[in-house]
């Protein structure tokens, strides 16, 4: 592996024309597509579940269980019930602030979240011993042939600074294949079977859109970025619908326990959506006493009114549950160095200093177009200042009457984009908590950039106004959604704990009540 294991070889010497590469990439596609196909059920294995006080490791000869014996499904975990009347009293207040006003969380994955607390939680490993002793516990709960599934590995938090390799986690795994997520769910890291029914070996090119870290000799290390990583994880079966409504009973749960009474899900899905309508349906989301806003792939939501259109028409006007926008991604991660930046990374992926614009700007204008036409605003992934300015750019061209447009993440923004939001009616949806792990990483990648961090100072000084233009949330899955994280980062700009002079941007901290109202529904 390459320092720190992020080489990539997208630009081999030997590697064929672009136009070959695409059609490389189709016929990958293809393949892993007939692949899937090909698989008998014991290769299209059963989602792992933990089922508490069963221990039985796989042995070789052992007679592995009928696998069509229906999934058994995870039940919630014992949460708080929140009632509606209790939905106004404070949580954690912080340092004695308290908010009154029930509170919104701008940005999350409600299914995915709900999903992750049924998976391998690597986010506190912060070595690949550790890791791997979490790995060989967790597969040693599972059933049958199942895949370990983990989620909040962070590279840059272990002490080696390098994935695990694909002989480690096996080794761990007891040869169970294993799928872990990168934190930020824009890379992974997989065992050989689930990237050969992905189509991703030596011979293939990288998919379009995605990275395949390869050794010397070509051969996939197991690490795969953007493109490829979706496609890698398009080989996990998804839940059945029922387990979907218990995820996302699970994650809504947990959302009302934190005192939140509105979730704004960024990325819904159609099976995501069915589930919440049957939620609304059967009286659920009154139970749990939370709001859902969706907000839908842009490429999917002339599809998702198609389907749904109706049922979404009657819970909307219950209020309970609402199609609130589009959403669109420009750029990729910050810690995947993908975010597209006005200036090069200090360690940058040599193909690409200033990071990877995922959707062009012809995009983002048939995006806007296509929002607009529909009367949704659209909500777009932007998180470093060239993405952001490249969506500002085009919403100044177009302008776009229906109200609402955001820009989701827009963790560094230019100074001289700064009045734009305001200008333009864009609504700026950020996530300080992720300031608190990104700390090191943005010393490292952006040191002459730290000033542009979440400037949300100057923002709320050309005119946004808190929780209604300026709206908080956590993007749970990727990091734990307790509120009083970016209450903490946004009134320290650091860690608790840590010593004043680690801050980041210092001068952009605002006032506690000033943050909580960020929060609070408008
Ligand atoms: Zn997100």
Redesign the pocket.
Known sequence: MGRRGHRRRRARPDQPPRRHRVQAAAAAQRRSRQALDDLPRKGRHRRGRTRRGRHRPRRAGHPRPDRRRPLPLRRPRPLARARRGERAAPHRGGRGLKPTAPLREA?A?IAPYGRSMSMLDLSRCSSIGELLDALERHASSLEGDAWALGHGLRVEGLSERRWPTQQEMLGASGGRECVLWLFDHHALVATGAPLRAAGIDKHAADPEGGLVDRDPSGEPTGVVYEKAAKLVWSIVPEPGPEQIRLDIVTALEKFASMGFAEVHD??SQPDAIDALLDLHETGELDRIGVEVRLFAPIDDVRTILGRFGDRIDRAATAGRLRLAGTKLFADGTLNGRTALMLADYADPIPEHPRGMAVASTRRIYESIRTSEAIGLPLAT?AIGDGAVRAVLDAIEELRPQTPGFRI?HAELIDAADIPRFARLGVVCSVQPCHLLTDIEVLRRLLPNRLHRVLPLADLLGAGLQPGRTLLFGS?AP?VRPDPQDSIDAATLRRRPGMPESEAIAPAQAIDEATAWACFARG
Do not use: A, G, Q, Y
């Open positions: 940005h994955h960024l990325l992934h989701e993007d990727i």
